[in-house]
């Protein structure tokens, strides 16, 4: 058990008033009781933030990135105490919760790199003497709303290009996630960065996170969670006159096409589909296979399943940790029967897991269904657990269609050795993200991270895109001719020459046009 974890304003932990408890999701016991910010200390938060902002601002961009590389060492130094922390909170296995952290020393060092790039543009000006360039400006104070699965991972993604670019950060992290919030924010303190850059305010999103959203220093909102609450923050921040960067749920699919390497297709399969127990916005949950090879990719899917040790993810042997909750856990289990009602067959699992030391925590059971249309809810409803299902296809055409046809467009995945094929469907899937001969694992922190349709609002985490997200464009013009310039006159809709003050330097004159156009030239 850890010590009482404390919310983080201008560069001091402090703790007033009720808490709540962090729980283990694989034992049920007390992780850490936390303090529970209120509106006061929200407050605080934010106007920390907005005093920071100044001097951060200013703050050459190498001089920042400095401070990321820094972050970067001391992650790496601990990764293997923060992948403990993460297992115990939110229940991944020991080889994730590295990955976890792997991820966000990357993307510190990616970011950090950002530091002596940051790159604007130069353009020619169509007038002589004329500099033009367009180059990044922070927006202000940026709140940060990030979920459980990915507790150092995700807001990594939003914080450290946040930083870079010179914004401050007023973070809510979710209420199943404190401690590793916490350890993150730990790193950045002995880093050396500022007082008041970022800020931690714990407690439940319904009260704190809606009162960070709506708070009017507040210039940006990045939120990765439910699409329910994803568009409460849309809704919010559009009658605050905020930006909004969201990313939310998935429905994401597995193409198997007759010519796959059926063994490698499973591999993919079961990583993408039980990985984190499923519980990722990139987790594969439908499987779309040609009719041609369904039985036998069925079959070799459920043997493979049946070698899965489910248990704590502390265990060596474990490849199937626990779930976030006991509400988790009955979500699963109304589709479940959801999915029977609509006529799926169930080939495996469909029940919790509650054998020997699994009993005191949230296990699920790795669960397939066959027998799955297209229109079913199991089919186009985001699950977040380990539920896949199974859907037929007679072509390559009907299976993008049949991945194409869902609210949600993250990521997707086609199996098959023909290169034409796979060039096709990197053309027609209409997700985000694409894979080819690989599972729907996620990308790297060099390209960009979001999808389309019900997934997000277009905004984008990682690679240069991320740049676009935390930044405002600012165009700047230079004339150093010492006399008016005018641009973007049209001589067609004018009717009388425009009087000439004989003190002015600047001349109009014609210039000869192409058919039946006029033109004019602005000339010293």
């Keep these: ?28 016991e007390l992780v ?15 106007a920390a933030a907005c005093d920071a902002f100044p001097a951060w601002r200013k703050t050459p961009p190498p001089r920042r990135a400095e401070i990321l590389f820094r972050v970067a060492e001391l992650l790496k130094a601990r990764k293997d105490d923060l992948a403990r922390w993460i297992t115990l909170e939110m229940g991944k296995v020991t080889m994730e919760a590295r990955g976890d952290v792997q991820e966000a020393i990357d993307m510190a060092r990616y970011m950090a790199g950002e530091g002596r790039r940051m790159f604007g543009h130069t353009a020619p000006s169509e007038l002589p003497d004329k500099f033009c360039m367009s180059l990044r400006d922070p927006i202000g104070v940026v709140a940060v709303i990030t979920p459980w699965n990915f507790p ?22 979710s209420s199943d996630t404190p401690v590793c919030a916490a350890k993150f924010v730990e790193a950045f303190v002995e880093a050396g960065l ?33 699409n329910e609450v994803g568009h409460r923050v849309s809704v919010t921040a559009a009658e605050t006159g905020k930006r909004c960067a969201l990313e939310m749920g998935g429905k994401n699919a597995i193409i198997v096409l007759d010519d796959a390497d059926l063994a490698l297709a499973v591999d993919g399969i079961v990583w993408s589909a039980f990985g984190t127990s499923g519980q990722r916005c990139t987790a594969a949950s439908r499987i779309i296979v040609h009719n041609t090879v369904r039985g036998p990719l069925t079959e070799l899917l459920l043997e493979r399943i049946k070698q899965l040790k489910i248990g704590n993810g502390l265990d060596p042997p474990t490849t199937v940790g626990p779930v976030i909750n006991h509400a988790a856990l009955e979500k699963f289990d109304r589709y479940v029967h959801i999915g029977l009602n609509e006529g799926a067959r169930l080939l495996i699992g469909g029940e919790r897991f509650s054998k020997g030391d699994c009993r005191r925590g949230c296990f699920y059971r790795p669960t397939v269904f066959d027998n799955v249309t297209p229109a079913m809810r199991i089919a186009r409803d985001e699950i977040f657990g380990p539920v896949v299902c199974i859907i037929e296809a007679g072509s390559l055409e009907e299976a993008v269609a049949i991945n194409n046809d869902v609210p949600y467009g993250l990521v997707s995945s086609i199996y098959t050795q023909n290169i034409n094929r796979a060039f096709a469907a990197m053309r027609e899937l209409t997700t985000g993200i694409v894979y080819v001969n690989a599972g729907t694992i996620g990308s790297e922190v060099q390209l960009p991270f979001g999808g389309t349709r019900g997934t997000g609002n277009g905004a984008r985490e990682a690679g240069q895109a991320a740049l676009d997200t935390f930044s405002e464009w600012k165009t700047v013009y230079v004339d150093y001719s010492g006399r ?38 602005i000339r010293g």
């Design 152 to 173: 150092i991972a995700v807001p990594s993604w939003k914080i450290l290009p946040a930083f870079v670019l010179g914004n401050t950060v007023v973070w809510k992290p």
């Design 194 to 226: 500022p007082p008041g850059v970022l800020n931690l305010v714990l407690g439940k999103g319904a009260e704190i996170g809606d009162a960070l959203v709506r708070h009017r220093d507040v210039r940006l909102v990045t939120f990765t969670g439910s």
């Design 484 to 521: 008016l310039q005018r641009a973007q006159i049209d001589t067609e809709t004018t009717t009388q020459k425009e009087p000439q003050n004989e003190n002015s330097r600047t001349q109009i004159s014609s210039v000869r046009p192409g058919p039946g156009k006029t033109a004019a030239r």
């Design 32 to 46: 850490s009781r936390c303090a529970e910010a209120s509106q006061q200390e929200l407050d605080a938060a934010v």
């Design 1 to 28: 058990m850890s010590a009482e974890t404390k919310n983080f304003i201008a560069g001091k932990w402090v703790a007033t008033g009720s808490t709540f408890d962090s729980v283990n999701p694989a034992t049920g």
